[in-house]
C-alpha cells in the first residue's frame, strides 16, 4: 500500500477518536456527531482500496 496522504491519516484518526467518545458514558455533543458526518463525507473522495487499508492502520495504531 502506498503511504497515507496526511488529510487521509488525519480524517481517519478523528472519525476513530468520535466513534470512541461516541461509546463513552456521556457520549458526544451534536456538533461533533455532524463533524463526523462531514469526515464520512471528505473520505467518500478516496477509493476503497487506499481508504480501508489506511482505516485498518489507522486502528491497529491506536491499539498499541
Do not use: F, N
Request: no cysteine; charged share 35%; hydrophobic share 40%.
Amino acid at each position: 500500500m502506498e503511504p497515507m496522504s496526511a488529510e487521509l491519516q488525519q480524517l481517519l484518526e478523528r472519525q476513530v477518536e468520535i466513534r470512541e467518545a461516541m461509546r463513552r458514558p456521556g457520549g458526544i455533543r451534536i456538533t461533533v456527531e455532524r463533524e463526523l458526518v462531514a469526515i464520512g463525507e471528505k473520505l467518500k473522495k478516496y477509493p476503497d482500496s487506499v481508504r480501508v487499508p489506511a482505516a485498518e492502520l489507522v486502528h491497529i495504531a491506536r491499539r498499541q
